[in-house]
Each structure stands twice: as structure tokens, then as C-alpha cells.
């Protein structure tokens, strides 16, 4: 980190309290308060950590720190104990590594991998629309919260490891990767528990390689792809390291969208009505494919609405490593700065109305006429999400094939509240009764 020489730097006005922010739920609170008094920006001065904070909630600014000046920035706090759950894998890592294993990863994420790669979703889709049907039939209820992360938890694995997957259960006597959905506090208790997990991903690797084998999938990618000023493929700490990155960033991210988009749906009927003209008059038979995509803007358009007032990673941080500015103000060096795009998804200057719930947003010309950086679930710039079009397939696809034949009533027992934790989930799951769309 550069030292800087700024003898008196021009800061932003913020609140009299030290304060250290972080992914909790009292955090959470205290920044809604805060930023209906300063909702662009505001400077805070740090409790037990040792640098300034910088709260940016400014399009323009946040395009600058993750886009246009973003080599002055790194990941942030906060990373430490994801790191402890996926070793050195891409959502943590940082400078040449980085971008290493960045060159490395993506073409995983092309259109192409993925066309192939959305047979895997429909498979578990399918797998869990026979056992909708038969508990539509009874009109059942259904903990929508748990059956979201456990479909998003398979989608991934499935896209990771397709036909191996089901030698991985046998051999460690079901879905070992289950521990990530039945423990929701991200703890060092789980991160040994997942760590432990390696072995059998290490495995899968060792197989493949004995055997030859030839697989449509990530895991195939990422063992085929060679640094290209190197020619030299990835060690295996590394490719196991990616592997857990993927399970974790792939799965809850996901579960949430699904989790907050059925409840929306079961809010807002004049959406669902729309949704369901759009999937009913769509040109597949039974289960959209890739090549249905397109046809299901409408789907996305609410995808959308849903990361927009629900964003699964809701704050995360960088730090500055060299000194820098965002309009007159200056950016000392070690600065921690924070990012909640929650808050800015709901800034009274970019939204009109913003509490309320309209999938109109997000056409095309709405789109074109709104600052680009007011809408950012997926981050921004180099660091950006490299699953963010697999995530927006995943929701297609699911509410392509299920809200054709079912429509979900929300049942009243547990309240609705937020719990922003790493991911912003639902506090109590969401009960639904399934029932047959007629
Ligand atoms: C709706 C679903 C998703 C949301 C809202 C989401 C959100 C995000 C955000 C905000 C970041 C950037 C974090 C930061 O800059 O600190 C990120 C990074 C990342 N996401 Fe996602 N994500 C989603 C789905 C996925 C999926 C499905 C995958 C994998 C299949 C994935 C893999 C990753 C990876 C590997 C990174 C790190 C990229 C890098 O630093 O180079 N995400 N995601």
C-alpha cells in the first residue's frame, strides 16, 4: 500500500460515532439510518479497526472505485472469514493471482459452456417438479426458503460435476455439501466442516484424470484451462479452491433470488398474471431451454425487480491501496470502503417510489434512461459476477417450467423480515401452499 502525502484530505461529512461496519443485522439498521442523512457518501471514523471507512452511495462514484479506478482498490474487510471457508479462490484473491485464475475461470462462463450447462439445471428442475406435482395435487405446504437452497445447492454441484456427482453421494453416503444448507451461520465450525470436504472434490480431480474422462461441466473446464503465458494448468489446491468458491458463491446467491422472487410473486398478482401469460405462451413444450431464453424477458424483467429490492449480497467492501478521489474528496490509502447495494437499489435520486415492486424497471427503454451504476447486484467492473448470467438463466428456467403448472399462496405464520447476514436472506422461511395453476 502507498503511503499518502495528503496533509489535511478534504473527507466527507459523516456521523460523530466510531463505528466498525460489517454484514450484520444491527449494522444494517444503524446504515439505514445513516444514509437518510448523507445518501451519497459519508466518512466514518473506525472502532477497533485502524483505518477510516467510507461509505459510497453515489452511481458516479461507484463506478469510479469499481470500473474506472479500480487497480487503486482491493477486496476489502470482511473476506477473512469467507476466506476460511474457500481457501484462495477468485471471490477472495487479488493482484496477478487474481487475475490469473480470473483468465483461467472464465471461459467456463461463456454462452456457449452454459447453453450446454442449462441441461443440469433442467434436470434438477424436472427432478423437483414431480414431486411439486404430486404435493399440488394435495394442495400442501411447502417451506419454500428450504426447497430453494437445496435446488440451488444441486444446481451448482450438477454444473460442477455433472456425472460424478452421483458417485461424490455414494461415496460419502449422501449430499455432503448439505451442511452449507442446513447450517445457516457461516462460522468456523462450518468452515472446517467444508474444508474437510476438499478430499472428496480432490478425488473427483484425481478420477477424472485416471480415467480420461470426458465431461460437459466446470470442473472439465477448469481442468483444461492453461495460463496462457505459461501454458501450465492449475495446481490442485487451486482447482479445489475454485471448486468451493463456486459451491458457495453459486448456491445461497441463487437460493435467495428464488426464495424472494416466489414470495414477490405471491404479492404482487398483477405480476404474476403477466409472468404467467409469458411462460403460457411460450413456444416449449414442457421445460425452456436455452435457445426459450429470450422469450422469457418478462421473467428476467422480475428477476431483476427481485435482486433490485433484495440483492443476495446486499454490502460488501473494498480497500484503497493507493490514494485516490472521488469528486473533491480524497481516498487516504488503507481506507475500508463500503458498498451496500441494497441502499443504493433504493436511492430516492435513481428510483421513483422505490419500496414498490415493479418489474416495469427493467425494459429495455427504463433501462437506457437510468445511471448504470444505480442498479448493481452483481457488482461492477473487472471484479464483477462471473455467474450472473448462469444466475438469471437459473431463475428463467425454474419459473419457466414451475410457474407454468403451479402458483404459490403465502401462508401468514412466520413475519416477513429481512436477516443481512453475508447474504440477505429471509429471517424465517418462507411457508407456501402449492397449488395446480388451473
Ligand atoms: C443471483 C445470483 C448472484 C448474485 C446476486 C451474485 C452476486 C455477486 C457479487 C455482488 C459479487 C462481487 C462481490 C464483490 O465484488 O465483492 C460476486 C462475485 C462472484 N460470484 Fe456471484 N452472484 C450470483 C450468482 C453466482 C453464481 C451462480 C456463481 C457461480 C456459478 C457466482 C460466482 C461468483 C464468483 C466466482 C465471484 C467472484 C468473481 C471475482 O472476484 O472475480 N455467482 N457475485
Redesign the pocket.
Known sequence: MTSSHIQDPCLPEGPDLAYDMNTTAECFEQLAEWVKIYPDIFALKPDKRKDMTLFVNHPDYIKHI?VCDNDRYQ??VG?ERVKMLLGN?????DGPF?RK??RM?QPA?GKDVIAKLVDQVKHANLQLFEKWHELAKQEAIINITDVTNEL?LEI?LL?LFSDDLDSVFARAGGNPFSILTDNSARDLQLAVKFRGLTKLVGEVIEQRRQECAERTD?LSVFMDARDKDTGEPMSDKELID?VM??IV???E??A??LNWMWYSLSQHPEVEARLHQEVDEASYDHVPGFENIMELAYTRQV?EEV?RLY???WL???KAIKEDKLGDYDVLPGTDIFIA?YFLHRHADYWQAPEKFNPERFTPEAIKQRHKFAF????AG???????F???V??QIHFGLMARHFRMEHIEDNPIELAPEVNLRTRHPINMRILPRT
Open positions: 469499481l477486496k476489502g473476506f479462490g477468485i471471490i477472495v484473491s487474481w485464475q480470473r475461470i462462463f440451488a451448482i454444473a466446470f475454485e468458491t463456486l458463491a453459486g448456491s446467491t441463487s435467495t433470488t428477476t435482486l440483492p443476495p449480497v460488501f467492501t473494498r447495494p448493481i447486484p452483481f457488482s473487472p471484479r464483477r459476477c462471473i455467474g450472473d448462469f444466475g438469471i437459473e431463475a
